[in-house]
């Protein structure tokens, strides 16, 4: 069955610090790729989207992520954390007749 | 554009109570997705509309759930009867197409007691 994992459902980091949220896909076919980000109280945004093309995509709010087909991945980075990035974070694949969501990464920005 | 419009944003009810919760989608979204997020359970589709259809309700959990589109522009999600464990948030989503991103409503928070 077809999936997508978010390696770590929590993670801290300081702020200035770099950001990395992992998250991998299962799609046999070519996948389009999603972050978003739920901020407290509030329905998911979208941050950044891979469909074709340049595989590294740059989102809001200074979000990147590169897929890779080679390792399934398609992990969430931004090189210096604030404060105002602590939120859920999804990662969600879509093929030709699914939607998938992961199952978040909680982030926290610690001052 | 105003978004993806849902009400109410909060519902208190009892159990046995129907509950109904609204969305309007984006113009000009063909496909209308509907959610429930809890945090033992995280966030699970529940069925999907393409051009008014229902494509897929797999996600429903059970027959007390019931999902309308009569139109374009307005979907209902109805629980009937509700029980306490129906407590979550529901969310609305709409899509110009089952592969691109979605836009996200606000969420109904729902509590039954």
């Known amino acids: 069955a077809q999936s997508v994992t978010q390696l770590g459902s929590h993670v801290s980091v300081s702020e200035g610090a770099l950001v990395l949220l992992r998250c991998n896909y299962s799609s046999s076919v070519p996948p389009y790729l999603f972050w978003y980000v739920q901020y407290p109280n509030q329905g998911l945004q979208l941050l950044l989207k891979y469909t074709t093309g340049a595989t590294l995509v740059k989102g809001i709010n200074g979000f990147e992520a590169e897929f890779k087909k080679s390792e399934t991945s398609f992990h969430l980075t931004k090189p210096s954390a604030h404060m105002s990035d602590a939120a859920e974070y999804f990662c969600?694949?879509?093929?030709?007749?699914?939607?998938?969501f992961g199952p978040g990464t909680s982030l926290s920005v610690i001052p | 554009d105003a978004g993806v419009i849902q009400s109410p944003r909060h519902e208190v009810t009892e159990m046995g109570q129907e509950v109904t919760l609204r969305c309007k989608p984006i113009?000009?979204?063909?496909?209308l997705f509907w959610y429930r997020q809890t945090m033992m359970r995280g966030l699970e589709l529940l069925i999907y509309f393409n051009n008014n259809v229902p494509i897929d309700d797999s996600g429903m959990p059970e027959d007390r759930f019931s999902a309308k589109m009569p139109n374009a522009s307005f979907s209902t999600l109805k629980i009937q009867p509700s029980e306490p464990r129906d407590s979550a948030v529901y969310f609305c989503?709409?899509?110009?197409?089952?592969?691109?991103?979605?836009?996200f409503g606000p969420g109904t928070r729902l509590t039954v007691t």
């Open positions: 989503a709409s899509s110009i197409s089952r592969r691109h991103e979605q836009y």
């Open positions: 969600a694949e879509t093929s030709y007749d699914k939607v998938i």
């Open positions: 113009s000009g979204h063909d496909y």
